[in-house]
C-alpha cells in the first residue's frame, strides 16, 4: 500500500501562486509514475499534470500548460505542484495519484490516491 498526503492548499487572489505537496510512504516512491488531478465543484475530476518515475518526462492539460509545474524528488518521497498565475477557474480540490505503470492523464491508470487539498482561487 502506498499512502499519499497532499499540502499546501489554501485561499488565495487571482495571480498568486501556491506549492502544493504530496508525500508518499510505505513503498517505494521512486517506481511510481506520479499525476495530480483536480476536481471542481459539480464536475469531474479532471487530469492536472503528470510525471514520470524518474522526473524525466512531464505531461500538462492544456489549460495549466505554461502556469504550473510537476516536480519530484525520490529522495524525499515527494511530488510538487507549483502553481503560479491562479485563475479562479483552478478553484477545485487536488488529489495525487501513484501509477505503477506509466504517467498519463487517465484516472484509471493510478493505483492510489491522496485525500485531496482545497485550493480556492478569489478574483
Known amino acids: 500500500q502506498l499512502k499519499l498526503v497532499e499540502s499546501g492548499g489554501g485561499l488565495v487572489q487571482a495571480g498568486s501562486s501556491l506549492r502544493l505537496s504530496c508525500a508518499a510512504s510505505?513503498?517505494?516512491?521512486?517506481?511510481?509514475?506520479m499525476g495530480w488531478f483536480r476536481q471542481a465543484p459539480g464536475k469531474e475530476r479532471e487530469f492536472v499534470a503528470a510525471i514520470s518515475w524518474s522526473g524525466g518526462n512531464t505531461y500538462y492539460a492544456d489549460s495549466v500548460k505554461g502556469r504550473f509545474t510537476i516536480s519530484r524528488d525520490n529522495a524525499k518521497n515527494t511530488v510538487y505542484l507549483q502553481m503560479n498565475s491562479l485563475k479562479p477557474e483552478d478553484t477545485a480540490v487536488y488529489y495525487c495519484?501513484?501509477?505503477?505503470?506509466?504517467?498519463?492523464?487517465?484516472?484509471?491508470?493510478?493505483?492510489?490516491w491522496g485525500q485531496g487539498t482545497q485550493v480556492t482561487v478569489s478574483s
Open positions: 495519484a501513484a501509477s505503477i505503470t506509466i504517467y498519463s492523464d487517465g484516472s484509471g491508470n493510478y493505483n492510489y
Open positions: 510505505g513503498r517505494t516512491f521512486s517506481q511510481y509514475a
